[in-house]
């Protein structure tokens, strides 16, 4: 619109009509148990398959981060701030802000991870709920998104008390578009989906280990890999294509071979003393070091390096 027929223009509010009618189905929202964490800004576009197939490589990306399946939720918005002049009347001042708490009870390990998620303004959020239901940001192009947020801040992990609550950690997140609540979103209903918050996957750490020091003239590595939230558990099924070895900087593709389950033998050529090798997880198809093997993400956390010995 032409600026001349703008300047000075004020909308005075509560003059446009409202569609209050109640016809058809309704669209309800339940309680708040997952979350999917986008990097600041990230757009969905309309045409998207939303979808365990589209999530994947963004999460496998770090575009992506998902926390699914809270023990439970509180709504700790803050209330709209009014003010009262000497006639008594009252005059809103402040809108309030979304802000959401979600407990989870999921271990130590996954404890220490949620605290890498500590941050001001560098994430968006899409929300789902208990039936599989997700809210989303809707933006002027058209595209999808989640929603802004502010302070993403994990809070003191909560020991467990004798005989009552069990030990939990929260994540507190405040939520700065008013608008985007208000306005400005949509629901995914789960009966229009074709996957359940359960099925969007997670990154697990692994441990990677030498059984025996990598030594001169060695052309095999022995190595285990065992889950970071337990050490105990074994990685199966891993093929050379999971891994991505270097021999002082340089990449080397092996033969791999898984014996017994979750130790991996690999083939290389000789090496010698004092060369310095490094070993990870890895997807060649996406250059990233989380690796998917049938849905399920791994990332060798942290990388296993090793000076080849006399």
Request: some cysteine; hydrophobic content about 40%.
């Amino acid at each position: 619109m032409d600026i001349v027929n703008i300047a000075n223009k004020i909308a005075c509010g509560g003059t446009d009509t409202a569609n209050t009618g109640k016809l058809g189905c309704l669209s309800l929202f339940g309680t708040p148990t997952n979350a999917l964490l986008l990097r600041k800004g990230t757009k969905i576009p309309a045409t998207t398959t939303f979808n365990v197939a589209y999530l994947t490589p963004l999460i496998q990306q770090g575009t992506i981060v998902p926390l699914i399946g809270a023990s439970s939720f509180e709504d700790v918005s803050s209330e709209d701030a009014y003010s009262t002049n000497a006639s008594g009347v009252k005059r809103l001042n402040l809108k309030g802000l979304p802000e959401y708490k979600l407990m989870f009870e999921e271990g130590h390990e996954f404890y220490r991870q949620m605290n890498k998620l500590q941050s001001f303004k560098g994430w968006d959020l899409i929300i789902g709920d208990e039936s599989g239901n997700w809210i989303l940001s809707t933006n002027a192009d058209g595209s999808f998104g989640g929603f802004t947020a502010g302070h993403i801040t994990p809070e003191l992990t909560k020991r467990k008390v004798q005989g009552g609550d069990s030990e939990m950690k929260s994540v507190l997140i405040q939520f700065t578009n008013r608008l985007q609540w208000d306005v400005n979103y949509a629901v995914l209903n789960a009966d229009q989906l074709d996957f359940y918050a359960e099925d969007v996957p997670t990154v697990n750490g692994v441990d990677l280990d030498f059984t025996v020091a990598p030594s001169n003239g060695d052309t095999t590595l022995s190595v285990t890999a065992l889950l970071n939230s337990d050490h105990d558990t074994k990685v199966i099924g891993l093929l050379a294509a999971n891994f991505i070895l270097k021999v002082n900087g340089a990449t080397v593709v092996p033969t791999v071979n898984e014996t017994p389950s979750g130790t991996y033998v690999l083939t290389i050529s000789s090496i010698s003393t004092g060369d310095l090798l490094s070993l990870g997880l890895w997807d060649s198809s996406l250059n990233v070091d989380v690796t998917d093997l049938t849905n399920i993400l791994y990332r060798a956390t942290p990388l296993l390096t090793a000076t080849v010995v006399a």
